[in-house]
């Protein structure tokens, strides 16, 4: 499910700190110098070494701006057991959720157009396996089909003046990503 809204929903447990604020992300060095490090805004990287915050609580955090609620991080246990023993279900749980509200806000697809499109699914699925240039054949009609619907979809919206803000809702994407989209569509040959 999270596929179909992409980078848009991207959730990670995130860190709060001691007076409620989110701390920045915060750059791991993990090759010891060697400049092979990462960003990362996990709760788990504001253990208080190195100059970085040291997390208070962890919570779900989406990368559309929504937060869970926040659970308080037990140190001591992480100390003791590692952080791998650190039990993060009920973040994972509240993102979930969040997904399953943005779905529902989402437009529903017409019955006949879910089960066409399921059928589909298995049927190339399977030739793949038996077949497999049968099945590029119908991929690339697949992609001349996705390229002319959703242009003449995405000229279609143009015209009858959607915001992105309402194309996003109805994807369950950002206004940005939906922009985007509609974008690309539109200059796809
Ligand atoms: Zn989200």
């Given amino acids: 499910m999270t596929e179909a809204f992409g980078e848009s929903h991207e959730g990670i447990v995130g860190a709060v700190l001691s007076d409620g604020s989110e701390p920045q992300p915060v750059y791991l060095d993990v090759g010891s110098g060697s400049g092979s490090g990462c960003r990362t805004g996990e709760w788990w990287a504001y253990d208080g070494q190195m100059g970085r915050p040291k997390g208070a609580s962890y ?8 937060r869970g609620e926040s659970y308080p991080i037990d140190w001591k246990q992480a100390d003791d ?8 279900s009920r973040p994972h749980i509240d993102w979930v959720d969040h997904i399953h509200c943005v779905e529902r806000r989402t437009v529903p697809l017409p019955d006949e157009i879910s089960e066409t499109l399921g059928r589909l699914e298995e049927q190339l699925t399977r030739l793949a396996e038996q077949a497999p240039a049968t099945a590029l054949k119908a991929v690339a009609t697949l992609e001349r089909l996705t390229r002319d619907v959703g242009r003449e979809a995405a000229s279609a919206a143009e015209a009858d003046e959607l915001s992105p803000k309402t194309i996003g809702q109805a994807l369950g994407i950002s206004p940005g990503r939906a922009r985007s989209r509609l974008a690309g569509y539109l200059l796809a040959r």
């Fill in 59 to 66: 919570r779900a955090a989406c990368a559309c701006g929504w």
């Fill in 81 to 88: 057991s590692g952080l791998q023993d650190i039990d993060t």
